[in-house]
T-cell receptor
Framework: DAKTTQPPSMDCAEGRAANLPCNHS???????VYWYRQIHSQGPQYIIH???NNETNEMASLIITEDRKSSTLILPHATLRDTAVYYC?????????FGSGTKLNVKP | DSGVTQTPKHLITATGQRVTLRCSPR?????VYWYQQSLDQGLQFLIQ???????AKGNILERFSAQQFPDLHSELNLSSLELGDSALYFC????????????FGPGTRLLVL
């Protein structure tokens, strides 16, 4: 059911920017792109979302391509506490489909 | 802390038994969602309630049921439990049922022996 494709894992050095890609080539016009993360077995934590414009908040930036078929989540200065599984979700708000996500390993 | 609370944190029971998981949404949120996360599967959407009424259904088994009460807390009832029902169960809430961000609780870990 997931409408997104993400790499299963990525590494990032502490203090560097982490760029997590997501493909959602079948996204339709009224669907939003959401990003959540899950640290260990805790409840998923909301990070950011967008429709077509780039978005930034205190946690991250979201870059959505002009054709909306892919997006990138950017953590500008990754810390060890950012090690988690990151989920990219496309939703029209009727249902949220969580795929397998990307396991981000932040290394010292 | 998302403001969503779930009880109990852990639950151990036997096959064939019935359990109830409880969720209190964030203050002011009208919509509640239930998810299941098994070891070999990702987060699976089960069901959504909005202001006491069922709004959307996902991959919820017939042995499972849920309800949302007038005070907006929700309960997920799991019956005739099987080993495969062992999982993390998360509740999420949002203000409305439309274009709203979901905020997740800490989950209930269910172990069926």
């Amino acid at each position: 059911d997931a409408k997104t494709t993400q790499p299963p894992s990525m590494d990032c050095a502490e203090g560097r920017a982490a760029n997590l890609p997501c493909n959602h080539s079948t996204i339709s016009g009224n669907e939003y792109v959401y990003w959540y993360r899950q640290i260990h077995s805790q409840g998923p934590q909301y990070i950011i979302h967008g429709l077509k414009n780039n978005e930034t908040n205190e946690m991250a930036s979201l870059i959505i391509t002009e054709d909306r078929k892919s997006s990138t989540l950017i953590l500008p200065h990754a810390t060890l506490r950012d090690t988690a599984v990151y989920y990219c979700i496309v939703t029209d708000f009727n249902k949220f489909y969580f795929g397998s996500g990307t396991k981000l390993n932040v290394k010292p | 802390d998302s403001g969503v609370t779930q009880t109990p944190k852990h639950l151990i029971t036997a096959t064939g038994q019935r359990v109830t998981l409880r969720c209190s949404p964030r203050s002011g949120d009208l919509s509640v969602y239930w998810y299941q996360q098994s070891l070999d599967q990702g987060l699976q959407f089960l069901i959504q309630y909005y202001n006491g009424e069922e709004r959307a259904k996902g991959n919820i088994l017939e042995r499972f049921s849920a309800q949302q009460f007038p005070d907006l807390h929700s309960e997920l009832n799991l019956s005739s439990l099987e080993l495969g029902d062992s999982a993390l169960y998360f509740c999420a809430s949002s203000v409305e049922a439309g274009r709203e961000t979901q905020y997740f609780g800490p989950g209930t870990r269910l172990l069926v022996l």
